[in-house]
């Protein structure tokens, strides 16, 4: 959303903003003239355009402690991680509290009067 004089740019952190989800919800934040923090495990595997309004940081969704300085500074988060590197054969094995897990680490991490937090991703359906 652009900005307009009684709203300014949030300050936005996307968690999985290396995945494709996760780029396409940076680029969209960044048209939309947000600031955006983009917390990948490897920055130097994630090659985005330089952009003054973004910032890399190294993070892991499932360890939302070390991220508290990032999240300090941040009003809405975006989490666009996924347990899966690729689309499984099947979804057996896969923990049904996953993200219950990372939000509940989030909430202890993230300590901002005003906070917003937005989940997105891929679906997909077992085929049995």
Known sequence: MPSTPDRLP???????????VGRAVTAALLAGEHHVT???RDPGRYDPPPHPRLRVVRGDAR???????VLRTTEALVLAVT???????????FDPDYYAAIVAGLADAWDHP????VAVGLTATDRK
Do not use: K
């Open 10 to 20: 949030q300050q936005v952190a996307v968690l999985g903003a290396g995945g494709r």
């Open 114 to 117: 005003h906070r917003r937090l």
């Open 83 to 93: 347990p899966f590197t690729a689309p499984p054969p099947s979804f057996d094995g």
């Open 38 to 40: 983009a917390v990948v």
């Open 63 to 69: 360890q939302p402690a070390p991220l508290a300085p």
